[in-house]
């Protein structure tokens, strides 16, 4: 008699959404070492495969588990009074220009120990986890000090520590220019390239550098400035860009190989052309174009004609979106942006993770981790149409069923 490994794991029967394609047949899916060791059409797999290994679940869509390639998961304290405020009319860029906005969330996150930004962060990444989630990068960017941002940027460390989700950590110093530095931009992004990016490079905290180009936050010339320090460190570039306004922060992004540039909102069509030639990854955030009850649309035709690659994540942060619920970006996705449901799950999988540098994530194909979610929904596009919690029966974590329903 074989033994039976739970390292060797079966699904029958399960309609695959493959991270870019869906799979219109009944599929067998085989798990093995925390691989996906073989994907047959059911009625082309052959038993002899089965030996040894568990039937770990029956029927049902599998899709890769979901990636959230763009959230500021680890804030302390919240912003609901100027979600009213804005309601009464008051703009996301006045608040910020008279000290609220981000540096509300500075003031309360430095004032917050590891311990306490971890408690306050544990429930988001639960209810990411809760709706699919197996990778979620996590910026920092409410600390704006080297001690602080080095702070946020292990705790998000210590977060992939304390679940099974793999965390992917950004460096984002030039989030906001703090108070202390009022009038001296530049040399705030001294700070940020000749002493930020330097030691969370060395303390090997940080995947990527981030920065938010905009009038409220740093020029074009800051920017690049920082992207030549986190060249220079050998750490990958994202960027908020064209979010409220176009400066040209995508193409300048993309000019250094950006994995990303995110929001862009207002990106014109010099900028999709220059994404497009550098590889670099439209990231879509319908959750704060929702929140901040934008009106102007990212140029999905667009990105569309000219081949950019589109993700969608949640930007969960609690100025614009305060929301961590992946499958609702989905729904956002293409309802706010006429993306269609499959372009809106490949932006939650293939897409995020190639937004990530992680081309082995988010697909399910032969070799790839078995980072897996088991939908109790009859068609992948469920997951875009209906916005429902619990419909994740099974959530696989590198090949362990790591939640079951
Ligand atoms: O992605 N735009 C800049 N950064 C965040 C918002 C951060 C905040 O308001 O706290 C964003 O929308
Ligand atoms: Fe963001």
Redesign the pocket.
């Known amino acids: 008699m074989p033994t039976q490994s739970t390292s060797k794991q079966l699904w029958r029967d399960v309609q695959v959404f493959d991270g870019l394609v869906q799979l219109s047949e009944a599929m067998t899916v085989l798990v093995e070492d925390g691989r996906i060791a073989g994907l047959w059409p059911a009625r082309e797999f052959n038993e002899a495969h089965a030996e040894g290994a568990a039937c770990a679940g029956r029927g049902g869509v599998m899709t890769p588990g979901l990636v959230d390639c763009h959230t500021?998961l680890v804030y302390a304290g919240n912003r609901a009074g100027e979600f009213e405020q804005r309601l009464e009319g008051v703009s996301y860029e006045e608040i910020a220009r008279a000290g609220g906005?981000?540096l509300s969330?500075v003031r309360a996150t430095r004032a917050a120990s590891e311990d306490e930004l971890i408690a306050a962060s544990l429930p988001r990444l639960d209810a990411l986890l809760a709706d699919g989630v197996t990778t979620v990068e996590i910026k920092s960017g409410y600390g704006l000090t080297v001690a602080d941002e080095l702070k946020m940027l292990r705790v998000a460390r210590r977060l992939g520590q304390l679940r099974p989700v793999r965390v992917i950590t950004t460096l984002l110093g030039a989030?906001a220019l703090p108070p202390e530095y009022a009038g001296r931009a530049d040399d705030y992004v001294s700070l940020v390239c000749d002493e930020m990016i330097p030691a969370a490079a060395a303390e090997g905290l940080a995947d990527a550098v981030d920065v938010?180009c905009e009038g409220i936050g740093f020029s074009p010339a800051q920017c690049e400035r920082i992207y030549q320090a986190a060249k220079a460190h050998g750490l990958a570039i994202k960027a908020?860009a064209e979010?409220l306004s176009n400066l040209g922060g995508s193409a300048l992004a993309a000019r250094y190989g950006a994995l990303s540039a995110d929001?862009i909102e207002y990106l014109d069509e010099a900028g999709v052309r220059a994404m497009a030639e550098a590889g670099t990854v439209a990231v879509l955030?319908p959750g704060?174009f929702h929140v901040l009850r934008e009106t102007q649309l990212p140029p999905i035709e667009l990105l569309r004609q000219y081949g950019v690659p589109m993700a969608v994540a949640s930007?969960a942060?609690?100025?614009?979106?305060p929301i961590c619920m992946p499958t609702l970006m989905a729904n956002l996705a293409c309802t706010l942006f006429r993306l269609t449901p499959r372009e809106a799950l490949s932006g939650m999988t293939a897409q995020a993770a190639r937004a990530l540098g992680r081309l082995d994530l988010g697909r399910i194909e032969v070799g790839a981790p078995a980072d897996l979610c088991l939908w109790d929904i009859q068609q992948p596009a469920e997951l875009a149409y209906a916005v429902q919690a619990g419909r994740l029966r099974q959530r696989v974590f590198k090949g362990e069923v790591v939640y079951a329903r």
């Open positions: 500021h906005g981000i969330s989030h938010f908020h979010q929001h955030l704060a930007d942060n609690p100025g614009t979106s």
